[in-house]
Structures are given as C-alpha cells and as structure tokens.
C-alpha cells in the first residue's frame, strides 16, 4: 500500500498557523531594509575512491566502482534572499548551536551590515533560535544580533515552504552529483556554484500565497 504523510488533526490549528505566517511573509514587497532571507542547512557524507574511476570514452560512459572511502561528515548552511536573488553558503565540521549562531553574525554583520532587520525563514530544529546565539556569544552581542532578526518558522512536515529547501535541490542536482572527498573541495565546489548562481540572479518566484492555501489546503483547517 503506498504510504503518505499526514498531518495529525489535532495539529492542524499549528500546521496552519505556522504556514500562513509564513505565507504573509513571502508576500511581502522586496526592502533593501528588511529583506526577507530563507535558511536551511544539509548533512554531507565525505566520500573517496577506493580506486580510480575509469574516465568516460567515446560510447562508454564514466565507471566508478561501487566500492567508496568514507572520510566523514559535515554541514553545509545555505542563506537565500529569494527577492534578490542571492544565496550565501558555508561549510563547517559540525551543525551545533554554535554553528548556526557564528552563521547568523555573518548573515548580520557581513552580508546585511546596514539592514534594520532580517526576517529570518528556517525549521524549528532545537540549534535554530535565539539561545544558540546566548551560548556563543556574551549576553550584550547576542542581543545586539537578536534584536535584528524577526524569526519565523517553518511548520513539521512543512519544510515545501521553506525556499532554501529549493536552492539545497538545485545545489545537489548541479554541485554534488559526484563524490567528494574532502571538506576543503567541498567548499570550493559550493563556492563556484554559489557564485555562478548568483552571477546569473537566479530567483524563486513563489506563486503560493495565504488565499491559495485557504482554497487548496482547505482540508487542514480546523472547523470552527
């Protein structure tokens, strides 16, 4: 029998809540002073050849053997300005709350130097909130930093409305379709990619707003 997800009704009232927050967030006009910016981050198993791979000829494609070196694990963060059409990415070690805070002092201070506030898009993972920034940083920075985000989050089993999750496929489709070994190649990979893709102001254009949620999804709404 095929299987698909569900949304427990007892938590459609959140589900709906979440979601329509976010739905009037997308629909707000582009402000260079208030830009709205989606975040999501992605494990990623480091990889090698156990032997080299047979180079593609013509009539014969590429061979990698199925046999693979593992050389660990990392995260890579992706920030994207959907109006803007810009993404900014990093690779670290780890995904912890202090990753994810020295993540959002960069997003701050270096990309939005001069913005009154971001609006902030993510899933609610327990390393994605104010807290984190407490724990890497003294008390007067992390409510500097705080005091510029205006956070909304994504609800379970509704990471479709987090534009990032668009820009992490396109990411894996074009950039990691092949095995990488090392997190420093990684890096310079995500880089190109992230460059070119910015280069070329590519954007997602969401069509999907609060009155088409009403009309389509009309079944996750309580009854009142």
Not at 39 to 49: I, R
Not at 96 to 106: F, G, L, M, Q, S
Not at 200 to 214: E, N, P
Request: charged share 25%; with cysteine.
């Amino acid at each position: 029998m095929k299987k698909c997800w569900c949304i427990p009704p007892k938590q459609n009232a959140a589900f709906v809540a979440c979601m329509e927050d976010v739905l009037e967030v997308y629909h707000r006009p582009y402000n260079p002073e208030f830009p709205v910016v989606c975040m999501d981050e992605k494990p990623y198993q480091l990889l090698g050849e156990s032997r080299p791979p047979l180079p593609m000829k013509p009539g014969s494609p590429k061979c990698e053997d199925s046999e693979y070196i593992r050389n660990g694990a990392c995260s890579i963060f992706i920030f994207t300005e959907p109006l803007k059409g810009l993404r900014y990415t990093e690779v670290s070690q780890r995904r912890t709350k202090i990753d994810w805070a020295r993540n959002i002092e960069t997003l701050l201070e270096d990309y939005y130097p001069t913005a009154e506030k971001v609006a902030l898009i993510m899933d609610n993972l327990n390393t994605h909130g104010i807290a984190s920034l407490y724990a890497a940083f003294p008390a007067h920075k992390a409510l500097k930093l705080a005091k510029r985000l205006e956070i909304h989050y994504t609800p379970k089993h509704g990471s479709w409305l987090n534009i990032a999750e668009i820009e992490l496929s396109a990411m894996t489709q074009q950039c990691l379709d092949r095995r990488i070994d090392n997190i420093s190649t990684l890096a310079d990979e995500i880089n190109a990619w992230r460059t070119d893709r910015n280069n070329a102001s590519k954007s997602v254009k969401w069509q999907f707003y609060t009155d088409d949620a009403r009309t389509k999804l009309f079944h996750l709404y309580p009854v009142t």
